[in-house]
């Protein structure tokens, strides 16, 4: 198996030779030709024309403490002062009032409610019941609507699984990274191995789907270590599992550094890739098949939120840094800063509307984002580049016909093939 998957690092990398990285949204590539004021009447304009589903993401960017390794939009919430919080909270719940006074919007039935952060129950549990409350009032949610959450094992006690139940909670993903005690300890992170698999099952319990990011890539970590992982979430019943690569950036300097990891070379690369490949083949041996870049999952974890753009809906986003897509128009807000602060009905960085050559790489893009590409819709230069990416190992036919999976390469270097694909119909692409 190794040398399987040394020959398909080797392959990808012919292709691609620059540093992997996930898919990056369309403004990070060509930025945000709107500003905020031109974004929100685009908003409003490309949303009377809407209808039909549409998924729902909130950001509550505070956490209880700042874990070292962690590279997120995220702030450590204020002890002894809400005022930072409230403010956060009264823009939030004005900007999602703005967003149900559109016309036709509050109408549209929501398949998903999803909150991510940050760790959105360090607010507290009477301030996150407050959000759900308006979120209920302003949005078409109704009885099948799955509300979805990330969290920490830390914030999964009897006390908060009972706020989540009565809220109708459903799905939680939980951080867990490890479950090594000595690498925890390295993460910062407070419980044992048994304790974070203990509020798992109370999750369990409830009829809820959980899932569990794992991250591979740490100080120290092989493959034994990562296989033990999956395999006692596994054990525990679990219905999902990320595998998230460690990454470096602005946010996480000082832990990477201390640790020898801000400088990858292609060696380090290369036995990151190798850890991800055991942790992949582990996790379709057991029944978890990948159904997004990063998430493996059996049956009962859709995972909807990730794969709203595989089902045609919108993405209506909401809080500081947060990215949303309105039918042919994307857009992002601003950064924690200036969320309480910003002018304007919704505090908006701006945005911008796909080119026409977008709109026809888009659902190329999609399918690969979701690991399944279906030729079913494709046209002739969308399924001539799906070719190459089989050619190259980063796609794989699957058993039905007309199906392609992403493989262990194509996950790796999925930003770089997105990036590839966003440029099919622009004339940008370099020929091969």
């Given at each position: 198996?190794?040398?399987?998957?040394?020959?398909?690092?080797?392959?990808a990398r012919e292709?691609?030779?620059?540093?992997?990285?996930?898919?990056?949204p369309?403004?990070?590539?060509?930025?945000?030709?709107?500003g905020p004021e031109?974004?929100?009447?685009?908003?409003?304009?490309?949303s009377?024309?809407?209808?039909?589903?549409l998924s729902?993401?909130?950001?509550?960017p505070?956490?209880?403490?700042?874990?070292?390794?962690?590279?997120?939009?995220?702030?450590?919430?204020?002890?002894?002062?809400?005022e930072?919080?409230?403010?956060?909270?009264?823009?939030?719940?004005?900007?999602?009032?703005?967003f149900?006074?559109l016309p036709?919007?509050?109408?549209?039935?929501?398949?998903?409610v999803?909150f991510g952060?940050?760790?959105?129950?360090?607010?507290?549990?009477?301030?996150f019941?407050?959000?759900v409350t308006?979120?209920?009032?302003?949005?078409?949610?109704h009885?099948?609507?799955?509300?979805?959450?990330e969290?920490?094992?830390?914030?999964?006690d009897?006390?908060?699984?009972?706020?989540?139940?009565?809220?109708?909670?459903?799905?939680?993903h939980v951080?867990?990274?490890?479950?090594?005690?000595?690498l925890?300890?390295?993460l910062?992170?407070?419980?044992?191995p048994?304790?974070?698999?203990?509020?798992?099952?109370?999750?369990?319990e409830?009829?809820?789907?959980?899932s569990?990011?794992?991250?591979?890539?740490?100080?120290?970590q092989v493959?034994?270590?990562l296989?033990e992982?999956?395999?006692?979430?596994?054990?525990a019943g679990?219905?999902?599992?990320s595998?998230y690569?460690l990454?470096?950036?602005p946010?996480n300097?000082r832990f990477?550094t201390?640790?020898?990891?801000?400088?990858?070379?292609?060696?380090?690369?290369?036995?990151?890739?190798?850890?991800?490949?055991?942790?992949a083949a582990?996790l379709?041996?057991?029944?978890?098949?990948?159904?997004?870049?990063?998430?493996?999952?059996?049956?009962?974890?859709?995972?909807l939120y990730?794969r709203?753009?595989?089902?045609?809906?919108?993405?209506l986003?909401?809080?500081?840094?947060?990215?949303?897509?309105?039918g042919?128009?994307?857009?992002?807000?601003?950064e924690?800063?200036?969320?309480?602060?910003?002018?304007?009905?919704?505090?908006?960085s701006g945005?911008?509307?796909?080119?026409?050559?977008?709109?026809r790489a888009?659902?190329?893009?999609?399918?690969?984002?979701a690991?399944?590409?279906f030729a079913?819709?494709l046209d002739?230069?969308?399924?001539?580049?799906?070719?190459?990416?089989?050619?190259t190992?980063?796609?794989e036919?699957?058993?039905r016909?007309?199906?392609?999976?992403?493989?262990?390469?194509?996950?790796w270097?999925?930003?770089?093939?997105?990036?590839?694909a966003w440029?099919l119909?622009?004339g940008?692409?370099?020929s091969?």
């Amino acid at each position: 198996m190794a040398g399987d998957a040394r020959i398909a690092w080797e392959r990808a990398r012919e292709r691609y030779p620059a540093d992997a990285h996930l898919p990056l949204p369309r403004w990070a590539t060509r930025g945000l030709p709107d500003g905020p004021e031109e974004a929100w009447d685009a908003i409003a304009r490309v949303s009377a024309e809407r209808s039909g589903a549409l998924s729902v993401y909130v950001h509550i960017p505070f956490c209880e403490t700042r874990c070292p390794f962690c590279d997120c939009h995220a702030t450590i919430a204020p002890r002894g002062s809400r005022e930072a919080v409230d403010r956060y909270i009264d823009a939030l719940t004005s900007e999602i009032a703005a967003f149900a006074a559109l016309p036709g919007l509050a109408g549209r039935p929501v398949t998903t409610v999803h909150f991510g952060g940050g760790t959105p129950l360090a607010i507290g549990a009477e301030a996150f019941k407050h959000i759900v409350t308006v979120l209920r009032e302003s949005l078409g949610t109704h009885g099948a609507t799955e509300w979805a959450l990330e969290t920490t094992s830390r914030l999964l006690d009897d006390a908060h699984i009972d706020v989540l139940d009565g809220l109708g909670f459903k799905r939680i993903h939980v951080g867990v990274q490890s479950l090594q005690s000595q690498l925890r300890r390295i993460l910062g992170r407070r419980e044992q191995p048994h304790e974070v698999l203990e509020r798992i099952a109370a999750c369990l319990e409830r009829g809820w789907v959980v899932s569990a990011d794992l991250l591979y890539g740490l100080p120290g970590q092989v493959g034994a270590m990562l296989r033990e992982d999956i395999t006692m979430l596994a054990d525990a019943g679990i219905h999902g599992i990320s595998l998230y690569h460690l990454n470096a950036g602005p946010h996480n300097v000082r832990f990477m550094t201390q640790h020898g990891l801000a400088e990858r070379d292609e060696t380090r690369l290369c036995e990151d890739f190798m850890l991800l490949a055991e942790g992949a083949a582990l996790l379709e041996e057991l029944g978890f098949p990948r159904n997004h870049v990063t998430h493996f999952a059996r049956p009962e974890d859709a995972n909807l939120y990730s794969r709203h753009a595989l089902r045609g809906e919108d993405l209506l986003a909401v809080g500081s840094s947060a990215d949303g897509v309105m039918g042919p128009y994307f857009y992002r807000h601003v950064e924690l800063d200036g969320y309480g602060s910003a002018i304007g009905p919704v505090p908006l960085s701006g945005g911008g509307a796909y080119t026409a050559a977008e709109e026809r790489a888009r659902p190329l893009v999609t399918r690969l984002m979701a690991a399944e590409v279906f030729a079913d819709g494709l046209d002739d230069v969308s399924l001539a580049f799906c070719g190459e990416l089989e050619a190259t190992g980063l796609l794989e036919r699957a058993n039905r016909g007309g199906v392609w999976r992403l493989t262990t390469a194509g996950s790796w270097f999925s930003g770089a093939m997105c990036a590839e694909a966003w440029s099919l119909y622009d004339g940008a692409r370099t020929s091969r």
